[in-house]
């Protein structure tokens, strides 16, 4: 693969971000691909594909009737919004540069859990720098980052247990955890508590301050999902989330107590009657739960830096095949197709998408409907699990730190769990719950596909988006809760959308938001039912 090809993810993603957000002035497509006017001349990038929402360009660049290389275009196009985030550019252009190749061979049917999670090379498809990782050095970001699929091995504390901080199950997980992981023995009236072993390294200071000591490695054979900071062992019950004291793309990963908090909230609304009519309704669907937590402290508050949510592992075998990250799926092999193409063929492109919003998109809209339930299902966090004809049927979803409900539906939620958002920060209005929803579900989640399905040439973009729309139409007949998102979806002009280039471009700490007070930027993108609509009338 020549080098400008390989850089291509890193280009597809700028150029994207930036068109969607109609950064780049006096942009325009025509006959020879598409052109972007710089102080150095007009760029040139050919185009592979289009599709509504999404370019994927090609190989051959020009500046001024010039060759221009991927990396030339990227600095020259990053460098007026500053130095920082040119940097951060170039940085994540290099990262995308060390992944190992994807191979267009292999059969995704047949990825395990952790297969589908390294498999995502790239990172997101519209954001200007998706593997940009401040802090972290190239050899720490081959030993740990996901896409390597490197195995490690977890560093272990011995803490007083008066400065440790922890859920009343978390202690009991965690004695499991450090039997299962071999780690090593402390003295009695000492809690063990794993950490990463990069951030053990750079919060050495805060360990130390809290009287924790390192004790040692555990067994190995932990390897990063596609978050990184959270971690997968085929021996564990639990997959360790824990605080990793670096950027990543527009956040800095360091949890919060307030995200505990949503996640222990979650976990009681599923252990009640709530969980019970979710499992009736939709069996499918399967969430994984992070009931519990534990992290140092200094004597009176918790140390985030050392923070750990103990996530459910259903995944303990090898050589069972997936779920398959939907992430994984959509990206493109560089120059090629994506893995999509492989799965199916194009004869089944309508019925697996149709499926897939059966299975997967559904019961995230009933959620809200009938219970305010707002899950930051994006194409990282779900999962999809497929028959043995190769078409969803189950549906997993992570990452309880992006959950929240609607303040309409507060008083019912919380007869099944008292105090339910008490310092979590994760309820909002229907209007901004509705926003959040759209993005990270349609937007990020169907939309995407939708796009993938069609650059690949496996179906028609206006068919695909007709068969969204009927299933909206029938969701919202059947629906038995409210439907005034199922209205926004199928008669309103715009849908929200997360800007990733005004965000990064800003440099804010994106995590530093709570649910009320939202620090990425936002915009709007045209309805794509309505202009299928009228160009069918």
């Known amino acids: 693969m020549g080098d400008e090809t390989r850089d291509l993810p ?55 009737g010039r060759p221009c290389t991927v990396e030339n275009a990227l600095s020259l196009l990053a460098a007026p919004f500053g130095a920082v985030f040119a940097a ?6 290099r990262a995308v540069r060390r992944a190992p190749a994807m191979t267009s061979q292999d059969d995704p049917a047949r990825w395990n859990f952790r297969q589908a999670e390294a498999a995502m090379k790239y990172g997101h498809p519209c954001h200007p720098n998706p593997r940009s990782r401040d802090e972290m050095s190239v050899r720490d970001a081959r030993r740990f980052a996901p896409e390597f699929g490197a ?29 299962a992981d ?21 919060e050495a200071h805060r360990i130390a301050a809290a009287g924790a000591s390192v004790i040692g490695d555990g067994r190995g054979g932990w390897q ?80 985030p830096e050392t923070l750990i949510s103990l996530r459910d592992n259903p995944f303990r075998d090898p050589a069972s095949p997936g779920p398959l990250m939907l992430g994984s799926l959509c990206e493109t092999v560089p120059g090629g197709r994506s893995a999509m193409s492989r799965l199916i063929a194009r004869r089944d492109a309508r019925d697996w998408f149709r499926r897939f919003l059966q ?52 008083a ?47 179906a028609d973009e206006d068919d695909l988006l007709r068969d969204w729309r009927d299933a909206l139409i029938a969701a919202r007949r059947d629906s038995r809760g409210e439907r005034v998102l199922y209205d926004k979806l199928i008669e309103g002009e715009a849908l929200p959308c997360k800007g990733n280039f005004r965000t990064s471009c800003r440099g804010v700490n994106e995590a530093d938001g709570g649910g009320d007070g939202q620090l990425a930027s936002f915009l709007t993108l045209p309805n794509p039912i309505l202009t299928l609509q009228r160009s069918d009338a």
């Open 182 to 202: 071999g780690a090593p023995d402390c003295d009695a009236g000492l809690i063990r508590l794993p950490i990463h072993p990069w951030q053990a390294g750079v």
């Open 412 to 458: 019912a939620l919380a007869r099944h769990c008292p105090d339910l958002g008490r310092d979590a920060e994760n309820v909002v209005t229907a209007e901004l719950g509705d926003a959040l929803l759209t993005y990270y579900v349609v937007v990020n989640g169907v939309l995407h596909l939708m796009s993938t399905l069609a650059l690949d040439g496996l």
């Open 224 to 303: 990063a999902t596609s978050s990184m900071r959270s971690l997968h062992g085929w021996h564990a019950d639990v997959m360790p989330k824990m605080s990793l004291s670096l950027r990543l793309t527009n956040s800095t990963r360091i949890l919060q107590p307030r995200e505990m908090r949503r996640g222990a909230d979650l976990a009681r609304l599923l252990d009640g009657p709530v969980g019970q009519q979710l499992r009736a309704r939709f069996p499918q669907m399967h969430i994984l739960r992070e009931a519990d937590h534990a992290a140092l402290t200094d004597g009176r508050d918790i140390i």
């Open 359 to 410: 299975v997967g998109i559904a019961p995230l809209l009933e959620l809200r409907a009938t219970h305010g339930l707002l899950f930051g299902a994006h194409q990282q966090n779900m999962l999809v699990g497929l028959d043995h004809a190769r078409m969803p049927n189950a549906i997993w979803l992570r990452d309880c730190q992006g959950t929240g409900h609607i303040d309409s539906f507060h």
């Open 151 to 179: 195995e490690f091995a977890l560093t272990w504390l011995a803490a007083p247990r008066d400065m440790v901080s922890a859920t009343d199950g978390a202690l009991a997980r965690l004695s499991r955890l450090a039997k």
């Open 88 to 93: 951060r550019v170039l940085d994540s252009l």
């Open 10 to 64: 890193a280009l597809d993603a700028f150029l994207n971000a930036a068109l969607r957000e109609d950064m780049l002035a006096d942009a325009r497509f025509d006959a020879n691909g598409l052109h972007v006017p710089t102080e150095q001349g007009d760029l040139v990038v050919p185009v592979a594909a289009r599709a509504g929402f999404r370019t994927r360009f090609g190989a051959g660049l020009g500046l001024a």
